[in-house]
């Protein structure tokens, strides 16, 4: 008797485990878990327009050119030029960026592509058995591409209420009368301190005062890089200027005099490519579209993500899911696998003919169907999500978003690439140079892992690499209104980081800071280990390893940082900046 007891207390306990996970494979609310109190991050709110980038100090820049009757386009450029002195870091004239733009009056997307290329004597093997060759000193640059890609978007979709001299001067202001150093700018800096130590161009990053990196709070002023700004500034034709005269001259001889590729026909062939006809995505929730850049931008796979969660969530889903469900977190994980995996297989669509049509294929619903069918409730073997070759870690970039009371928006990833780029600038200009021909491919340079190099982001003379830059705008194609404006910097966790919170203000109607807060769980396919921020609770993580087979390690300081606004459906704009990224950061607008 007692045994058969036992056995109907045993077989009963089994019954009601097994229930209890087929609730959760159905999407049931499981437990309430511990999740970190709100940031002390600010959520603007605004009635006209708004501006959200890495510095306050920048929105407040971008604002002000608002005010004074400029589109977003103005604002947009005015923030990226402080950017380059707020956050040096990061951005600056000597890297490139790439722009997604909304123009309301005619309810399309643009992208401007002003991401650097490879020069002319650039070859595909040139960094075997050089490892470091490709990310510090002058033959890890690639010809940047931030100059003429501000003078076209001027030209072309600017206001013309505001002069190209206005858009700049705030920053040459910053260079000459200096500059806070904020937490975030102070801990690089702190990391980078013997290795400046060793390189004589670098030393205007030591303060003389201390004999020590300059630290946050110190004011920095740059003042080689303002008299460089002034002169772009007054110029008629400032591609003229820095693509093949003086400026041009100037930086190619520091460049070929220390061992670096770049001739002056680099500089001089140079061209910033327009997309009229984006990647867009208008079936994956309702009457909402988004839009976004072509590779060698990652938005095909940020849009991809979002695609794969809306199947799963309609709008105005209940926030107890993200609360309560580890499936919920489960199925992110498993549609960044997925997408992530697709990501080894593009190149700039310009020398890749299969990347393009890749990222137009994976923004179709068919492709989107396809993915989802073999989406399932358990982890799987790295080789079913694709093919497995590596995945590059940069960790740079800055970030703008901006509305304008017309509704036109712009969405503008800017970088460097790693921290201080080449960790090399020109000594008589102030221009910090990128190294993005680390965002390359080299053959036989596999990771870690073992996994092979992607072979459609080999370089080649004139390519440019690929990049994470997602910036994207959601907008209704019914009514012709933003409702959000958003990018993120910030390296490989770029799309990861811009994929939660447009996941949860689209489908879950949480705020934008609500969004940005939450902490980010990130996997890039390979390796095929969740990378998690400390303020993830560890009831989920230990929920999402026992019942679904997830593995995580932890990072220490989360490089995903997101900006974005939305457009309440009155017309109120909230916008948001992320806290995770210490640089004085707030939103502007009115």
């Known amino acids: 008797m007692i045994m058969l ?11 009601e485990l097994i229930h209890a996970f087929q609730k959760m494979d159905e999407g049931q609310l499981h437990k309430e878990y511990l999740w970190p109190p709100p940031s002390d991050s600010y959520l603007g709110k605004y009635i006209n327009a708004a501006v959200t980038c890495d510095h306050g100090l920048c929105s407040e820049i971008g604002r002000n050119i608002l005010i004074r009757g400029g589109n977003a386009i103005d604002a947009s450029i005015a923030s990226m030029f402080c950017l380059g002195i707020t956050n040096p870091q990061s951005s600056g004239i000597g890297g490139g960026f790439i722009m997604t733009l909304y123009n309301r009056s005619e309810a399309k997307c643009t992208v401007i592509d002003a991401r650097e290329t490879a020069p002319k004597n650039a070859s595909r093997d040139m960094f075997i058995n050089d490892e470091f060759g490709s990310k510090y000193g002058f033959r890890a640059i690639a010809t940047p591409g931030e100059i003429a890609g501000y003078w076209l978007a001027f030209k072309r979709f600017g206001s013309g209420k505001i002069s190209w001299y206005d858009l700049i001067k705030p920053s040459i202001d910053l260079c000459r009368y200096g500059v806070p150093v904020s937490k975030y700018l102070g801990y690089v800096l702190g990391v980078k301190e013997k290795h400046f130590r060793t390189l004589p161009s670098m030393k205007s990053w030591i303060n003389n005062a201390t004999d020590k990196v300059f630290v946050a709070g110190d004011i920095i002023k740059r003042p080689e890089l303002g008299n460089t700004l002034e002169k772009l500034a007054l110029s008629s034709d400032p591609v003229e200027l820095f693509y093949r005269g003086d400026i041009a001259k100037a930086l190619v001889k ?16 140079f061209k910033p490519t327009v997309h009229e006809e984006p990647l867009i995505n208008d079936h994956f929730s309702g009457d909402l579209a988004m839009c976004g850049p072509p590779p060698p931008s990652s938005f095909a796979v940020t849009q991809l993500i979002i695609s794969l969660m809306a199947r799963f969530y309609g709008p105005k889903t209940s926030k107890e899911v993200l609360k309560r469900d580890p499936l919920f977190y489960h199925r992110l994980l498993e549609a960044q696998k997925f997408a992530y995996a697709q990501r080894t297989l593009m190149g700039d669509e310009a020398f890749v003919e299969e990347a393009k049509e890749l990222a137009k294929n994976m923004t179709t619903k068919a492709y989107t169907d396809w993915i989802f069918s073999r989406m399932r409730n358990k982890t799987q073997p790295t080789e079913y999500y694709g093919e497995l070759q590596k995945q590059l870690n940069d960790h740079g970039t800055s970030h703008v978003s901006v509305l304008d009371s017309m509704g036109n928006g712009v969405s503008s990833t800017s970088t460097v690439n790693r921290w201080f780029g080449a960790v090399v600038q020109s000594v008589d200009l102030g221009v910090v140079f990128n190294d993005e021909m680390d965002d390359f491919s080299t053959p036989g340079m596999a990771n870690g892992f073992g996994f ?3 072979e459609s982001n080999f370089i080649e003379p004139g390519k440019k690499p690929m990049s994470s830059m997602s910036p994207m705008i959601v907008y209704n194609t019914k009514t012709g209104k933003i409702v959000m404006v958003a990018g993120a910097s910030g390296g490989s966790k770029i799309i990861s980081a811009l994929a939660k ?13 609500e969004a940005i807060d939450a902490p980010t769980l990130h996997n890039q396919f390979t390796p095929d280990i969740t990378q998690f921020e400390q303020t993830v609770p560890k009831e989920l993580m230990d929920d999402l390893t026992q019942i679904f087979g997830q593995k995580f390690n932890k990072t220490t300081g989360f490089e995903g940082i997101a900006q974005g606004i939305v457009v309440d459906e009155d017309g109120t704009i909230y916008a948001n900046g992320d806290y995770r990224r210490q640089s004085d950061m707030h939103p502007g607008g009115y």
Not at 5 to 15: D, Q
Not at 255 to 269: K, P, S, Y
Not at 501 to 513: C, D, G, M, S
């Open 5 to 15: 007891l036992r056995l109907f207390i045993i077989v009963n306990f089994l019954t």
């Open 254 to 269: 520091e460049i070929e005099n220390n061992g670096g590729i770049i001739t002056l026909d680099d500089f001089a062939q």
């Open 452 to 454: 092979a190099p992607s």
């Open 501 to 513: 919170p447009i996941i949860r203000v689209l489908f879950f109607n949480e705020t934008i800071k």
